[in-house]
């Protein structure tokens, strides 16, 4: 009886087609598509937050951080060109952590639980979902970069543009991971706002994204390794280097093994026979 049931719980997934699999992945994009769609203001504040900073908070430290040459520029630059990676970056950073948001929001509503319970492989599902909100994130920081091009903030080459789409690619896959992740370890959306305190502040802030290591390496070696092991500052990096047509192979590698092994660990995380028994038994605890 065991073997028969085994069979029939995986034959199903063995008979579906790529073309099945791919109209799956167009379902899950879809619907994220139109909830972005739905929620104008999240478009709004995903440009605002950069543009502040951008604009208010470049325009106060421009003379105090001047920026000396440094690869991949071969000039000296303005500030707001040097922070520009890293805002491109926080919006994806924040685009996660709102994907995450939805899912968890998902699972009190009873969403996730119809998700999940597609014949579909779990690992497919999850992955797809990640595809999607991926690629909400870079129509946003291409939003961005659009409003930047009328303050002259530019790559030197328009091939830039064309050339940093890998970069933002592997850093929303990397930092919509992490999001997902932390989404299967967040037992309440009233939670959320903690996980912002604690993980996405001090990831943007320990990095690259607003000052060069050089002058963190002045005042805090420490500091300055922690701000180097943070995957946040190699995906800061990538997208820097990719801007310029250039690449940084340590800062390719962390990418690429940070988001396999958040997605790994998210995959593992919302299994019903590991990850969910440390939520079901969240009240006892």
């Known amino acids: 009886m065991t073997a028969i049931s085994n069979d029939a719980k995986?034959?199903?997934?063995?008979?579906?087609?790529?073309?099945?699999?791919w109209i799956c992945l167009q379902g899950v994009v879809w619907r994220e598509a139109l909830r972005f769609l739905h929620q104008r203001e999240r478009f709004v504040s995903a440009l605002v937050r950069?543009?502040?900073w951008l604009f208010i908070f470049a325009a106060g430290f421009r003379s105090v951080l001047g920026i000396s040459i440094m690869p991949p520029y071969e000039t000296h630059i303005p500030y707001q060109v040097y922070i520009t990676p890293g805002l491109m970056a926080?919006?994806?950073l924040f685009s996660g952590m709102q994907s995450s948001l939805s899912m968890v929001y998902d699972r009190e509503m009873g969403n996730m639980r119809i998700l999940l319970v597609s014949p579909f492989p779990r690992w497919y599902l999850l992955t797809s979902k990640l595809l999607a909100g991926t690629a909400v994130s870079i129509l946003q920081v291409y939003a961005y970069l659009l409003i930047a091009y009328f303050w002259q903030i530019i790559p030197p080459s328009p091939w830039g543009y064309v050339t940093v789409l890998?970069?933002?690619?592997?850093?929303?896959?990397m930092l919509g991971a992490l999001g997902m992740l932390l989404s299967s370890l967040i037992r309440q959306l009233e939670n959320f706002a903690g996980v912002m305190n604690f993980v996405i502040f001090p990831m943007f802030f320990a990095s690259s994204a607003l000052y060069p290591?050089?002058?963190?390496?002045e005042g805090s070696p420490g500091l300055a390794l922690v701000c180097w092991l943070?995957?946040?500052?190699?995906?800061?990096?990538?997208?820097r280097f990719a801007l310029y047509e250039q690449v940084t192979p340590v800062s390719l590698a962390v990418v690429v093994g940070c988001a396999c092994v958040f997605?790994?660990?998210?995959?593992?995380a919302y299994d019903p026979s590991r990850g969910m028994l440390i939520r079901r038994a969240g009240p006892s605890e």
Request: charged fraction near 5%; charge should be positive; glycine fraction near 4%.
């Open 10 to 21: 995986t034959s199903p997934v063995k008979g579906f087609s790529l073309a099945q699999y």
């Open 50 to 52: 950069p543009l502040v």
């Open 90 to 92: 926080m919006i994806q």
């Open 166 to 173: 890998p970069a933002l690619a592997l850093s929303g896959l």
């Open 213 to 217: 290591l050089s002058r963190v390496q």
């Open 230 to 239: 943070n995957p946040f500052t190699q995906a800061v990096e990538l997208i």
């Open 263 to 268: 997605l790994a660990s998210a995959i593992i």
